[in-house]
Nanobody, 124 residues
Framework: QVQLVESGGGLVQAGGSLRLSCAAS????????MGWYRQAPGKQRELVAR???????NYADSVKGRFTISRDNAKNTVYLQMNSLKPEDTAVYYC??????????????????WGQGTQVTVSS
């Protein structure tokens, strides 16, 4: 069984910063891509940032230059540093990861997991 546990959300004023963390635990052989999504009330979940196992990153246009995604492979953890926060960044933030939990012959058993979500609220 694999779990993703997020932390670091909260209430912050516009212009402030927060750092989200998401730690994976359980039976893990390796972790491929990891990412952060967010969902604001009445809106669809959207990709915020993604990082591959090799460290390549991509960001939503709305957060480029303000947010930074990183990962610590030794700790099975992905981070999202959020600076210059705006009220429109208010949402529930979810981490996701593609995790290999075993092998059958030469084939990796890779599954997609989600965290439980953490609330980020930016006041104006």
């Amino acid at each position: 069984q694999v779990q993703l546990v997020e932390s670091g959300g909260g209430l912050v004023q516009a212009g402030g910063s927060l750092r989200l963390s998401c730690a994976a635990s359980g039976t893990i052989f390796s972790i491929n891509a990891m990412g952060w999504y967010r969902q604001a009330p009445g809106k669809q979940r959207e990709l915020v940032a993604r990082i591959t196992s090799g460290g390549s990153t991509n960001y939503a246009d709305s957060v480029k230059g303000r947010f930074t995604i990183s990962r610590d492979n030794a700790k099975n953890t992905v981070y999202l540093q959020m600076n210059s926060l705006k009220p429109e960044d208010t949402a529930v933030y979810y981490c996701d990861a593609y995790i290999v939990t075993g092998k059958v012959g030469q084939r990796n058993l890779e599954y997609h997991y989600w965290g439980q979500g953490t609330q980020v609220t930016v006041s104006s």
